[in-house]
């Protein structure tokens, strides 16, 4: 998940309670359905087969990338499989940047003690350093402010953004939200301070080895600086020493480039509408991925919730009203394109109803998010259909970052809630894998995407 500061909604609104009679008559109309659909993915579900297809077979599929091009191909051929109604590729044009082998990263020795290896990782855009590396003295700062207040940093260092995400606060996306400017804006701070290179503290709570990447930014106007992430053990650990000795030098090699732009797609398909085909529900998520792990939770995850709630819906004999469309938007992670060209096409030709995305990984999920008034008022009713599983918070916003293009075109945004403890442990690391995601908590998850598309097909808005 690309993040959250791109698309933040977040309505004020109390309620609006329909009568006793009709919210009833909606819950008691689908409460079976739900019930058969949430047994049948746990039962006999194929999501955990299918994200282990995407996972193992294709593996991490950053934009752009040949392995991105196999994930759009097996995307397409998985759902051609499966039947569904059309299955088609929508072209768009992504950037490319590709990260090199060539990837050191070291403490120099002092009289104390030798020399300490550091695990970091490129943050994704971000230049290489020259063939020899940067070597030069650390400097810690916790926050842009720091940085500003010591003017410009005397000797050329590099800068070191060390602000933890807060672990005291339930939501590990809220942590998120408070730290990322680190990474993403943190090469611009450091540069206009004077800074040779940039190291950034891993976004996650755990204190491990696995250094997490993530999308950083450069303005044309600012010198360019090579930034990596590290992990939050070494980054302890170099803090540590930041405290113990006078002086701390590392020495940092990074090796990556960006390229032309080239053509890629999002894979689409859909189980067409009985009555009104035209009016459409679409249920997303990513299909790029990082270039580490395996894309698993980010966003394998939501892959399949999608493709599944359509193939469970198939199995089931369920044909919805309107049009039920699985969208695996392409390159969320380094700029969107999929997302945005998608929210090109004609809207007043296909009404779309509302746009459904699971980007929070396969987690247990705990309910939905709804971004807009109308559809909160509506859709609040419904919660009684997920209560069985838990998933019954039906709450006012939405941070997902493919359906936002769509949501300023005043489709209603609608993002899964999972819970979400354990998403930042793997989040953009070579954790992202297969092994750490459990089947039942992902199946869950599509069962809640088949229910709120299908009641939605069935229903409107
Ligand atoms: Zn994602």
């Avoid at 991490?60 to 088609?88: C, I, N």
């Avoid at 020493?241 to 090796?255: A, F, I």
């Avoid at 679409?282 to 919730?305: E, N, R, Y």
Wanted: with cysteine; aromatic share 6%; glycine share 8%.
């Amino acid at each position: 998940m690309l993040i959250l500061s791109l698309f933040f909604l977040c309505i004020l609104i109390s309620p609006l309670h329909l009568s006793g009679q009709s919210k009833k008559s909606v819950v008691k109309s689908y409460d079976s359905i739900a019930t058969q659909i949430i047994r049948t993915a746990l039962g006999s579900g194929k999501s955990y087969e299918l994200l282990k297809e995407l996972a193992t077979g294709v593996g991490h599929r950053y934009t752009g990338s040949p392995a991105a091009a196999q994930a759009v191909k097996w995307a397409k051929l998985t759902m051609e499989k499966l039947g569904f109604d059309s299955v088609w590729l929508e072209p768009v044009m992504v950037p490319r940047w590709i990260r090199k082998p060539a990837q050191e990263a070291y403490i120099l020795e002092s009289k104390m003690r030798p020399r300490i290896p550091l695990s970091v990782i490129a943050l994704g855009g971000s230049i290489g350093t020259d063939e020899s590396g940067v070597t030069a003295a650390v400097i810690e700062v916790e926050s842009f402010q720091d940085l500003r207040q010591m003017g410009k940093i005397p000797q050329r260092k590099i800068v070191f953004f060390n602000r933890p995400m807060d672990p005291s606060l339930f939501s590990t996306f809220d942590a998120y939200r408070q730290t990322v400017d680190q990474r993403t804006m943190g090469a611009i701070e450091a540069a206009k301070a004077g800074g040779v290179a940039v190291l950034v503290r891993s976004l996650t709570t755990r204190i491990d080895d696995h250094p997490h990447t993530g999308v950083m930014n450069y303005l044309d106007t600012i010198p360019k600086l090579p930034a990596a992430a590290i992990s939050t053990k070494d980054a302890e650990m170099l803090s540590k020493l930041l405290r113990e000795e006078r002086e701390v030098k590392v020495h940092l090699k990074l090796s990556a480039e960006t390229l032309p732009p080239v053509e890629s797609a999002n894979v689409i398909g859909e189980l067409r509408g009985t009555e009104k085909p035209n009016e459409v529900i679409v249920v997303s998520g990513h299909l790029d991925s990082w270039d580490v792990g395996q894309g698993a939770h980010d966003d394998g995850a939501g892959c399949v919730h999608a493709i599944e709630a359509l193939r469970l819906l198939k199995e089931l004999g369920l044909r919805p009203r309107r049009t039920i469309r699985a969208v695996l938007f392409m390159d969320e992670e380094a700029g969107l394109s999929g997302a945005k060209a998608y929210a090109e096409r004609d809207l007043a030709a296909e009404k779309h109803i509302a746009a459904i995305e699971s980007d929070a990984g396969g987690f247990s999920p705990r309910g939905f998010a709804v971004g807009d008034s109308v559809a909160y008022n509506r859709i609040f009713t419904w919660m009684p259909l997920f209560r069985s599983i838990w998933a019954d918070r039906i709450i006012v916003g939405s941070s997902e970052a493919d359906i936002a293009p769509l949501a300023r075109k005043g489709v209603p945004p609608i993002g899964l809630i999972v819970d979400n403890q354990r998403y930042f442990d793997y989040h953009h690391s070579d954790n992202d894998v297969i092994e750490n995601v459990n089947e039942r908590e992902l199946a869950l998850g599509t069962a809640c995407l088949a229910i709120m598309a299908y009641v939605l097909a069935q229903e409107g808005l």
